[in-house]
Nanobody
Framework: QVQLVESGGGLVQPGGSLTLSCVVS????????MAWYRQAPGKQRELVAS???????DYADSVKGRFTISRDNAKATAYLQMSSLKREDTAAYYC????????????WGQGTQVTVSS
């Protein structure tokens, strides 16, 4: 059974930083491609960042230069380091496993809330 468990969300002031973690189990993490999505109230879920098993990364324009996605295969964990946070970054953040090697997959975590407010 594949499980993704996010943690690290919380309340942070504008300009602050936060790091989200996503621990993966039940699947070979080393060959998995991971992504972070977010969904704000009343808005569609949007892709924030992705990292494949070659460590190639991609980011939404809205977070480039502020967010960093990374992975630790030894810990089967994906991370999203967020800095210079803005109020508009407030959302529920979800971890997604979307591929193993070339095979499409679609596993999701339960989400973790990030609130940017003074």
């Amino acid at each position: 059974q594949v499980q993704l468990v996010e943690s690290g969300g919380g309340l942070v002031q504008p300009g602050g930083s936060l790091t989200l973690s996503c621990v993966v189990s039940g699947i070979t993490f080393e060959i998995s491609s991971m992504a972070w999505y977010r969904q704000a109230p009343g808005k569609q879920r949007e892709l924030v960042a992705s990292i494949d098993h070659y460590y190639d990364k991609d980011y939404a324009d809205s977070v480039k230069g502020r967010f960093t996605i990374s992975r630790d295969n030894a810990k089967a964990t994906a991370y999203l380091q967020m800095s210079s946070l803005k109020r508009e970054d407030t959302a529920a953040y979800y971890c997604n496993l979307y591929k193993t090697l070339a095979a499409r997959a679609d596993y999701w975590g339960q989400g973790t809330q990030v609130t940017v407010s003074s």
